[in-house]
């Protein structure tokens, strides 16, 4: 049994992506969404996880008011499976219920109880800010060290002719004044 998780971190605003396989797996099968689960199935010391939905292998997604872990065909109006273009409209569609089985490939979770390190951190994911801070250091002495490049040009031939550019005027619109003018000049006539 393997399951890809994913993460939703409020704090941070982000997602972070894990898999569980072997009997981790098996503690996760059989919960329901809404329900809570320690991080420690992961390697996430401290945190506490909530099972917001998740999807089948056939892409089919997970849906709270459907119990059991079973696929069903439901007629839905809105909400998770149907995004109604239409007042009204309502269509059958398929949707897993709402409790972990093993055709379940994905489940959706969110950070209800953070632990003393960031998910980022526990995870080994850098900050964007971080690499281009290391990035520009690691940079500014090649920079200096490199001779400058030299520009080649290809044969004139090859170049495609550029279209000429032709200045656009701007068109003057009436002022407001003008306008109210006009109908009163109208009326006196």
Same mark, same amino acid.
């Given at each position: 049994?393997?399951?890809?998780?994913?993460?939703? !971190?409020?704090?941070?605003?982000?997602?972070?992506?894990?898999?569980?396989?072997?009997?981790?797996?098996?503690?996760?099968?059989?919960?329901?969404?809404?329900?809570? *689960?320690?991080?420690?199935?992961?390697?996430?010391? %401290?945190?506490?996880?909530?099972?917001?939905?998740?999807?089948?292998?056939? %892409?089919?997604?997970?849906?709270?008011?459907?119990?059991?872990?079973?696929?069903?065909?439901?007629?839905?109006?809105?909400?998770?499976? *149907?995004?109604?273009? @239409?007042?009204?409209?309502? @269509?059958?569609?398929?949707?897993?219920?709402?409790?972990?089985?093993? !055709?379940?490939?994905?489940?959706?979770?969110?950070?209800?109880?953070?632990?003393?390190?960031?998910?980022?951190?526990?995870?080994?994911?850098?900050?964007?800010?971080?690499?281009?801070?290391?990035?520009?250091?690691?940079?500014?002495?090649?920079?200096?060290?490199?001779?400058?490049?030299?520009?080649?040009?290809?044969?004139?031939?090859?170049?495609?002719?550029?279209?000429?550019?032709?200045?656009?005027?701007?068109?003057?619109?009436?002022?407001?004044?003008?306008?109210?003018?006009?109908?009163?000049?109208?009326?006196?006539?």
């Amino acid at each position: 049994m393997e399951f890809k998780l994913a993460i939703g !971190d409020p704090a941070s605003k982000r997602t972070y992506k894990a898999e569980l396989k072997g009997s981790d797996a098996e503690k996760l099968a059989g919960k329901k969404i809404g329900e809570s *689960f320690k991080g420690e199935l992961l390697g996430l010391g %401290g945190y506490e996880l909530q099972i917001t939905g998740g999807s089948d292998n056939a %892409g089919f997604p997970m849906r709270r008011d459907v119990t059991g872990p079973t696929r069903r065909k439901i007629i839905l109006s809105s909400g998770v499976g *149907f995004n109604s273009k @239409r007042n009204g409209l309502r @269509r059958r569609k398929s949707i897993r219920g709402n409790t972990i089985s093993v !055709d379940i490939v994905q489940v959706n979770c969110k950070v209800v109880k953070a632990g003393k390190k960031t998910l980022a951190d526990a995870f080994g994911i850098v900050p964007k800010e971080a690499e281009k801070k290391e990035g520009e250091a690691a940079e500014a002495p090649k920079q200096e060290a490199k001779p400058e490049a030299k520009i080649e040009e290809k044969p004139i031939a090859d170049k495609k002719e550029e279209a000429p550019k032709v200045e656009e005027k701007p068109v003057e619109q009436p002022k407001a004044e003008e306008k109210k003018e006009k109908p009163a000049e109208a009326k006196k006539e």
